[in-house]
């Protein structure tokens, strides 16, 4: 299994990401690193942004796991430095957000500062988890399964993408042509003057974005037990991020309203190709917990950043008046950046499920692994 850890605070000195159960013999040279470091750039894109994003310039440093060019087998430890690194500086936060962890997080640890809360819990950590689904990624390529992810949603203004396939959504959701990430241009311009409009109220704004992973093969995960799951393990992972709140397989918010000859996806099967196929994919390629050999289609809802510029009240931890609620330098919406760490996240616990099936030790026997079940697929 691939499992990873993250450490370090929004702005402590670094975030640390460490990655075991990497497979001996991935590449893991300069073009992989700049592969790595183009994905933390992504995570840092969309319009809505805060000033943030104009003093960091994230970068990997690998420090472990990796020796000449390949990695061996040990855990890949991966540094992203924080050039905001001021942590002992920053003053006390006595008013806790509502909608952030300041509150609960101060009751729980006994604490008298939420800055000791928000410096973990805030969403700066997410890119320790980029760094660790990007080797995920790099895993995935050597098997020719292909992630991306893309808005469908921002402030109520939803994207019409029904018709578009899977080249056609990354085409036209990719960041040197939309601000937003979002395949529909039309819904886009509407998504930016929402967060002009909410920008201007001091307010923030949520949404709905989209991850799609091609080339999945059938029968990852199971059914034999509750927890090795791959549609459980994946809405953990998506849920597990700052600001979700939701997490759907699939269709699965409006197959819930729908008949069951509205929802499943009828089999047929391709002479051609040797394949079982489908005619739609309601299900988001998973059936009883495995994979179906269909898109892996997991969509997440994000609420809208906690830190207002225009603050909820609030209560001092201390004196216990009621006020405003602290104010951190924030962004408007951050839809974008989320579906990026969304991508991460599901690319690791897809992984997971690879290795578990076909073995983990080296990439050399994965791959004979892997080839063998893909033919021994063509003989059912």
């Known amino acids: 299994m691939l499992r990873y850890m993250t450490a370090g605070e929004s702005h402590g000195r670094e975030l640390i990401a460490i990655i075991d159960g990497v497979p001996a013999g991935l590449s893991m040279g300069k073009d992989e690193k700049a592969f790595i470091d ?20 994230d970068k990997a440093e690998i420090v472990a796991g990796v020796r000449k060019g390949r990695t061996i087998g040990s855990p890949v430890g991966i540094v992203v430095k924080n050039k905001d690194h001021k942590i002992d500086e920053l003053p006390d ?55 991306l992810s893309h808005v469908t949603m921002i402030g ?8 578009l396939s899977f080249e056609g959504i990354r085409s036209y959701a990719d960041g040197s042509k939309s601000r937003l990430r979002c395949a529909d241009r039309e819904a886009e311009e509407k998504m930016v003057k929402a967060i002009d409009d909410a920008k201007d109220k001091g307010d923030t704004l949520g949404g709905e974005f989209e991850v799609i992973a091609r080339g999945v093969p059938p029968g990852l995960g199971t059914y034999v ?16 991020i700052p600001a979700v709140k939701a997490v759907s397989v699939g269709d699965g918010v409006e197959n819930a ?45 994000m609420k809208p950043i906690a830190t207002l510029l225009s603050p909820l009240p609030s209560v001092d931890i201390d004196t216990k008046e009621a006020g405003e609620a602290a104010t951190e330098r924030s962004d408007v919406t951050a839809v974008p950046a989320c579906g990026v760490v969304a991508e991460a996240a ?35």
């Not at 183009?38 to 003093?55: S, V």
């Not at 109520?156 to 018709?163: L, T, W, Y």
């Not at 051609?272 to 892996?296: H, K, L, Y």
């Open 225 to 240: 037990q509750w927890d090795r799951r791959l549609d459980g393990a994946l809405a953990r992972a998506v849920m597990s």
């Open 38 to 57: 183009e994905e933390l750039k992504r995570r840092m894109f969309g319009y809505g942004r805060g000033g943030r994003m104009a003093i960091e310039d």
């Open 257 to 301: 309203s729908r008949s069951g000859s509205e929802v499943h996806d009828p089999i047929e099967y391709d002479k051609g190709t040797e394949e079982f196929t489908r005619s739609s994919n309601r299900a988001g390629g998973i059936e009883g917990g495995v994979s179906n050999g269909e898109d892996i289609i997991v969509r997440g809802f």
């Open 346 to 380: 599901v690319a690791i616990e897809i992984v997971s499920a690879l290795l578990d099936k076909f073995g983990a030790d080296s990439m050399r026997d994965i791959k004979c692994s892997y080839e063998c079940y893909r033919k021994r697929l063509k003989e059912i």
């Open 156 to 163: 109520g203004v939803r994207a019409n993408v029904e018709r």
């Open 93 to 147: 936060v006595r008013m806790p957000r509502p909608g952030h962890a300041d509150l609960a997080g101060i009751r729980k640890y006994g604490l008298g500062d939420a800055r000791d809360v928000l410096e973990r819990a805030s969403a700066r950590k997410s890119a320790a988890t980029v760094a660790a689904g990007a080797v995920a990624k790099l895993i995935l390529r050597e098997l020719g399964i292909d992630i």
